[in-house]
């Protein structure tokens, strides 16, 4: 039973991640086909998702759920979480989709563990490690050849992409920082629920959801839409917090690497984005950084 349940988790880590992956190709399919801006479709995601979530929460928690805007605290901290964590990396994120592709885009979100690693060395003042030194390496190493593709007289993706793709791992910095003691007083649910709505209602001020853009609403654009509402946000979110219940963060996070792979391929198979060997060479080196700072991890947890 226990080596069902583990397989389970396995497989629920590795399908949330591959779903968001694809998500993000779907994403820039929906740009470059039916010319949806990416701050209507990012609304519309967080709005979305979040009362669905909260449906879920409900269920659960109870009258809970509301009584929390009574606490000032839990004001400040949800105001800061959803409109500079939440709204923050699905915008910079779609951005970078938009200005660029879903496989470079995705890459440099990942870049985000190197933000993390310097955000601590500075903060706590502590002292590089070899290994931190290798993997701030690899990531710098890989980003080159992923925006080079081998020849330094050419960016591969526009320079819009690109600051808006490191901005992306920035804002996954602070979500990931910000979120840690969050999640120690809320459920995974309700923060993520509340996260969204609030992100969501921001960006309304912005860009309303309401004021739909002109475009072509084929039945192949409404299902892509659906398709990144429902499977590549809730489905994918439910299936890999689902999974933390089986196997350990630090396995969640490796298995996490599915993503990146996922929307390479998918950008490659489906869209015919161009990824030579020099490119692939540099996703190589960014994902194993994010495997070394997952092992790192686990040494510490192991140490604790």
């Given at each position: 039973?226990?080596?069902?349940?583990?397989?389970?988790?396995?497989i629920?880590?590795?399908?949330?991640?591959?779903?968001?992956?694809?998500?993000?190709?779907?994403?820039?399919?929906?740009?470059?086909?039916?010319?949806?801006?990416?701050?209507?479709?990012?609304?519309?995601?967080?709005?979305?998702?979040?009362?669905?979530?909260?449906?879920?929460?409900?269920?659960?928690?109870?009258?809970?759920?509301?009584?929390?805007?009574?606490?000032?605290?839990?004001?400040?901290?949800?105001?800061?979480?959803?409109?500079?964590?939440?709204?923050?990396?699905?915008?910079?994120?779609f951005?970078?989709?938009?200005?660029?592709?879903?496989a470079?885009?995705?890459?440099?979100?990942?870049?985000?563990?190197?933000?993390?690693?310097?955000?601590?060395?500075?903060?706590?003042?502590?002292?590089?490690?070899?290994?931190?030194?290798?993997?701030?390496?690899?990531?710098?190493?890989?980003?080159?050849?992923?925006?080079?593709?081998?020849d330094?007289?050419?960016?591969?993706?526009?320079?819009?992409?690109?600051?808006w793709?490191i901005?992306?791992?920035?804002?996954?910095?602070f979500?990931?920082?910000?979120?840690?003691?969050?999640?120690?007083?809320?459920?995974?649910?309700?923060?993520m629920?509340?996260?969204?709505?609030?992100?969501?209602?921001?960006?309304?001020?912005?860009h309303?959801?309401?004021?739909?853009?002109?475009?072509?609403?084929?039945?192949?654009i409404?299902?892509?839409?659906?398709?990144?509402?429902?499977?590549?946000?809730?489905?994918?979110?439910?299936?890999?917090?689902?999974?933390?219940?089986?196997?350990?963060?630090?396995?969640?996070?490796?298995?996490?690497?599915?993503?990146?792979?996922?929307?390479?391929?998918s950008s490659?198979?489906?869209?015919?984005?161009p990824?030579?060997?020099?490119?692939?060479?540099?996703?190589?080196?960014?994902?194993?950084?994010?495997?070394?700072?997952?092992?790192?991890?686990?040494?510490?947890?192991?140490?604790?």
């Open positions: 039973m226990e080596l069902l349940l583990r397989t389970q988790g396995i629920m880590a590795s399908g949330g991640a591959l779903l968001w992956g694809v998500s993000g190709t779907v994403a820039q399919h929906l740009f470059q086909q039916s010319m949806l801006p990416a701050a209507w479709l990012v609304t519309l995601r967080l709005l979305v998702s979040g009362v669905l979530f909260l449906m879920f929460t409900l269920r659960k928690e109870g009258s809970q759920v509301w009584k929390l805007w009574l606490d000032r605290r839990f004001v400040l901290q949800m105001l800061l979480f959803g409109l500079l964590g939440m709204l923050g990396v699905q915008y910079t994120y951005a970078s989709i938009e200005s660029g592709n879903a470079i885009a995705t890459l440099l979100q990942y870049l985000a563990p190197l933000f993390i690693l310097l955000y601590t060395v500075i903060w706590t003042r502590t002292k590089l490690a070899p290994l931190d030194i290798i993997g701030a390496l690899l990531a710098l190493g890989g980003t080159y050849l992923l925006l080079t593709g081998g330094s007289s050419e960016l591969t993706v526009p320079l819009r992409g690109l600051i793709g901005l992306s791992a920035v804002s996954l910095t979500y990931t920082l910000y979120s840690g003691p969050l999640l120690k007083l809320y459920s995974t649910s309700l923060l629920g509340w996260g969204m709505i609030v992100g969501g209602a921001g960006m309304s001020l912005i309303p959801v309401w004021s739909v853009p002109s475009a072509d609403w084929s039945l192949s409404i299902l892509a839409i659906l398709f990144v509402i429902l499977l590549g946000t809730l489905a994918a979110f439910y299936l890999y917090i689902g999974s933390l219940r089986h196997i350990a963060p630090h396995e969640a996070s490796l298995l996490s690497c599915t993503e990146p792979v996922s929307a390479i391929v490659v198979i489906w869209l015919s984005v990824f030579n060997l020099y490119q692939a060479l540099g996703a190589g080196m960014v994902v194993l950084m994010t495997v070394m700072v997952s092992l790192k991890s686990r040494t510490k947890e192991t140490a604790n």
